[in-house]
């Protein structure tokens, strides 16, 4: 079946880059998503990339797809310490593989700590 | 911004009681879903519906119930709460394939 998997802790210096990765497995996902989570709520979406793209940059967030590999990465530029939180990694299958619906299968999360 | 509801944020309750949370959404989405989140953070689907009329169960067992009688409003049903059902619970809309957006979730403790 679909598996998301990500690493769960990463921890960096204020200012420094955050890169966050991601591998997939399936390999008929449309979208892949980026989430983030900060204490006690819901899921903010971050930014997003559809499968036939390779990289999207928004502002200090950029996105990398390899789709031979199945792997997605999230880079934060010049983290702060507002971005600590959880970052979810997500895909979206097409409807016809996956049962007659679409659905979004995360993975764990990996928690983001900036420090000074 | 996202525009999707739900409520209580905080329910504490006692084993046997009968609950519903809510969630709304007013972006006129077609599908809605109902995540449960535990502990270790990982999110599982356990509802989710593609319209009016029409609920299925996710990929996680789930002793609860939903419905879905307007396109706006997704309510999740627990006849009987027990401690194993204590989580946190959010709910998500998407407009086709296009990416989803979440409620600020509801986090039920059963005692």
């Known amino acids: 079946g679909e598996d998301v998997e990500q690493s769960l802790f990463l921890s960096v210096r204020e200012g420094d880059s955050s890169v966050i990765n991601c591998t997939y497995t399936d390999s008929s996902s449309t979208y892949l998503y980026w989430y983030k989570q900060e204490p006690g709520a819901g899921l903010q979406l971050l930014t997003y990339?559809?499968?036939?793209?390779d990289m999207k940059q928004d502002q200090r967030l950029t996105v990398l797809l390899n789709k031979k590999d199945k792997h997605l990465s999230l880079r934060i530029a010049d983290t702060q310490t507002g971005d600590s939180a959880i970052y979810f990694c997500a895909e979206s299958s097409s409807p016809e593989f996956s049962g007659g619906y679409n659905k979004l299968i995360f993975g764990a999360g990996t928690r983001l700590a900036v420090h000074p | 911004e996202a525009d999707i509801y739900q409520t209580p944020r905080y329910l504490v309750i006692g084993t046997g009681k009968k609950i519903t949370l809510e969630c709304s959404q007013t972006?006129?989405?077609?599908?809605m879903y109902w995540y449960q989140q535990d502990p270790g953070m990982e999110l599982h689907l356990i509802h989710y519906?593609?319209?009016?009329?029409?609920?299925e169960k996710g990929d996680l067992s789930s002793e609860s119930t939903v419905s879905r009688i307007r396109t706006e409003h997704f309510p999740l049903t627990l006849e009987s709460a027990r401690p194993s059902h204590t989580s946190q619970y959010l709910c998500a809309s998407s407009e086709g394939d296009r990416k989803a957006f979440f409620g600020q979730g509801t986090r039920l403790t059963v005692v």
């Open positions: 519906s593609y319209g009016v009329n029409s609920t």
């Open positions: 972006m006129g989405h077609d599908k």
């Open positions: 990339i559809f499968s036939n793209m």
